[in-house]
């Protein structure tokens, strides 16, 4: 019998695709739609993991499929905003953030594969660059372009510490491995 906590997470898989459309759709307050539903997806994601742990119903299921729904709506929500405000700095701020993603699944699979995957668990660094990029995305959401002012430049200044947090939190996974990685453990 499926879980609640299991249950958020697919939820927040499903609300990719309305994500998408609310994005795109050509009507007045389409941009507060979309930050609504990234927004309720970031609160799945908080919430999924408490309710998994307080209510004791971790599962493996929940367990593979939480990273992905958090890798899936980040990486659709910058790919979407990249290409909508074309803009250098915010794409390359998605690269950085999406290649960390891809490298980081990459190193943790692979030192899962050797028995190691204790030496590549979630750190604090990697708490702190989501919570930082989970603010960005949706004040950039609702600042389309040509908007300017307090706002975007907010959403880019936090978008620009995510991307920092993520190069920093990528070289401690890679340190970590390196033993690993290297032939020297």
């Known amino acids: 019998m499926p879980n609640i906590p299991n249950l958020l997470t697919a939820l927040r898989v499903l609300l990719i695709p309305i994500f998408i459309v609310l994005f795109y759709l050509p009507t007045p307050g389409n941009h507060l739609w979309a930050a609504a539903i990234y927004g309720l997806a970031a609160i799945t994601d908080w919430l999924d993991g408490y309710l998994a742990r307080r209510l004791k119903q971790s599962t493996p299921f929940g367990a593979f499929l939480d990273p992905v729904a958090d890798k899936l709506m980040v990486t659709v929500t910058l790919v979407l905003l990249a290409h909508q405000q074309d803009n250098l700095w915010l794409t390359l701020c998605a690269v950085i953030i999406i290649g960390r993603e891809i490298v980081i699944s990459a190193l943790r699979e692979w030192m899962a594969g050797i028995g190691a995957q204790a030496q590549v668990a979630v750190s604090w660094m990697g708490k702190w660059k989501t919570l930082v990029q989970m603010s960005a995305l949706p004040i950039l959401i609702l600042n389309p372009p040509p908007s300017s002012g307090?706002?975007?430049?907010?959403?880019?200044?936090?978008?620009?510490?995510?991307a920092v947090l993520t190069l920093w939190s990528m070289y401690e996974y890679l340190r970590a491995a390196w033993p690993y990685l290297s032939g020297k453990q």
């Open 150 to 162: 307090f706002w975007p430049i907010t959403g880019y200044s936090l978008l620009l510490i995510a």
